[in-house]
């Protein structure tokens, strides 16, 4: 299984920080996390919880399964659903994964990277690995280069400095209620194609919270 552990120490980056702040990753610090409670696994899912005496206590001990490349977006507004949808429809080969922020399976990655909703109501959260996340324009322009020829050209647009990139994002997203409407629940439950990449899609069934494993 290709797994790596979060230890507890802060998400900082692994490049220059020259190029850190190109990229746009976020500095912010996660709150303490045991090395056992949060894993990044590329291809195994979370085994199914264990059955018969003391099952509850086992599975209390089980580590939460993460997937990577996950876009958590707000779930009931229109513009980020149909960015969504686009995203959905470019990604060929289904690099890259969603999560409505309004569910609970939101909940361990935004522990993670030691954000809160109103964090991610702002600016979108693209978490890459548990030692990278991007948030805002740069999250979007990371999505985009995970996704084939020509939409990954957009990702040159990180070339843009950060300040001036987010300074357009913020004022879209400050205004996109207004200007798109919103929903009263995750709009994916109206557009159930779009449920096979999503990780939170058992609890947006309505069969409860899901632990993001496929």
Known sequence: MLARTLTGRLLRPRFAPSLAALRGFSSRASAPVA?????????????????????????????????PRVLIYDGVCHLCHRGVKWVFKADKHAKIR??????????PYLRLVGMDREDVLRRVLFIEGPEAYYEGSTAALKVASYLPLPYSVLSSLLIIPVPLRDAAYDYIAKNRYD???????CLVTKDQELLERFIDREEMLGGGPSNSSY
């Open 35 to 67: 090395a056992t409670d949060i894993a990044i696994d590329e291809d195994t899912p979370r085994p199914a919880s264990p059955v018969g005496v003391g099952a509850a206590a086992i599975a209390a001990t089980l580590p939460t399964v993460l997937q």
């Open 98 to 107: 969603f999560c409505c922020l309004q569910s609970k399976a939101a909940e």
């Open 179 to 185: 200007w798109f409407g919103k929903g009263d629940e």
